[in-house]
């Protein structure tokens, strides 16, 4: 782990070439295939996006792989030694394309997974991604779902969703970390409870962040990962809100410990940008096979979705294990508490969907 905190993590964000070029053929049609810059990113055609499309009426693919979204998910990967992630056996699953993602979601999950929904740039749908993912797994599993907001820069999410039943945050956890760890059974879960929020309907729970931003500097390498092995001993799956600073060691920390990257989005190039450019960071701190598994979503932040979803989907979707697109929703716009049973069923299904593909490598 030392070893990767200590490669390449520093790169400054210098503008990139081949990223400007591409997206501007994508834009504009400019250049062509021969251009030198060119590294066939974007050769491979895509299909629309459809923001109408019933998710829930998607067939089925003949060969069992990962049939949630076919305009949108990666095209299977050879089998050979080239492969980066792990090869997925899937079993035999209802042929309802819901239930089947309802099966995903429900399977045991052998070993806590943690996930990670990161992108440096700010107005990405970081905290909203964070927020629903926990809330769509929660209110299919029932319990064991978390929502952490380890964003080191006054993060949101400890306003925007779980009960405001107190004002404890992770400040007031790592205050009384040690005693904390020391309990075992009920006790370890009735202590964490004095430290978490809920979600209105129970379905996740909710480690708020501290607002104080002279606080980061205690979030050191050792305690973040003291934090997330106290939390993997009470929860299934943890989602973590990250921050903006990839030169934090909190941030690299939680990077390098995220058994599922989640890539967030909205359909701008600046945006876009700065989640390729983090990939590019991975990959040179050694983080090959969490970027090769990794699930980008792209969020629509206004009812009129815009073309260049279909140019970073394609994008993305070959730098990515999948690429899922989620509609935008009224009631997600005022920035207020984000409550999963407000959205629209349409909005639902396609978070559903997304869920679905993050955890599908776990399910068994």
């Not at 990666?74 to 056996?89: D, K, L, M, T």
């Not at 042929?95 to 990405?124: C, H, S, W, Y």
């Not at 983090?278 to 598994?293: I, K, Q, R, T, Y």
């Amino acid at each position: 782990m030392a070893e990767r905190a200590d490669a390449g993590w520093d790169r400054s964000a210098e503008p990139a070439p081949r990223w400007r070029s591409l997206l501007d053929r994508a834009l504009l049609g400019r250049g062509s295939p021969s251009d030198l810059d060119y590294d066939g990113r974007f050769e491979r055609p895509t299909a629309p996006y459809q923001p109408e499309r019933p998710y829930d009426d998607e067939p089925m693919q003949p060969n069992g792989t990962r049939p949630y979204d076919a305009a949108y998910d990666a095209p299977p990967r050879p089998a050979g030694p080239e492969r980066r992630g792990p090869v997925v056996e899937y079993q035999s699953r209802p042929a309802d394309p819901t239930e089947q993602m309802v099966q995903v979601l429900r399977q045991e999950i052998p070993t806590p997974k943690v996930l990670a929904f990161a992108n440096p740039k700010g107005g990405v749908h970081k905290t909203t991604a964070t927020v629903l993912t926990a809330a769509t797994i929660g209110s299919v599993r029932g319990k064991g779902v978390l929502a952490w907001d380890d964003n080191e820069l006054r993060g949101t999410l400890g306003l925007r969703a779980g009960s405001a039943r107190h004002a404890r945050t992770i400040r007031h956890l790592i205050a009384d970390l040690v005693r904390v760890e020391h309990a075992t059974g009920y006790d370890l879960y009735d202590m964490l409870d004095d430290y978490l929020r809920h979600a209105s309907d129970g379905s996740y729970d909710v480690l708020a962040g501290e607002e104080n931003p002279r606080f980061a500097q205690r979030l050191d390498p050792h305690t973040v990962r003291r934090v997330l092995e106290l939390l993997r001993r009470t929860h299934d799956v943890i989602c973590v809100d990250t921050g903006n600073n990839v030169e934090s060691p909190n941030w690299q920390t939680v990077l390098q410990a995220a058994d599922q990257l989640v890539v967030t989005s909205v359909p701008r190039e600046d945006a876009a940008f700065t989640a390729d450019w983090m990939l590019d960071l991975l990959d040179e701190a050694g983080m090959e096979e969490l970027v090769a598994n990794a699930v980008t979503l792209l969020s629509c932040p206004t009812p009129n979705p815009t073309p260049l979803i279909d140019d970073l989907a394609g994008h993305f979707r070959t730098r990515t294990r999948a690429v899922v697109v989620v509609p935008y929703d009224p009631a997600l716009e005022s920035g207020s508490n984000i409550e999963y049973p407000m959205l629209a069923p349409a909005t639902k299904r396609a978070w559903l969907r997304a869920a679905a593909v993050m955890m599908d490598p776990y399910a068994r």
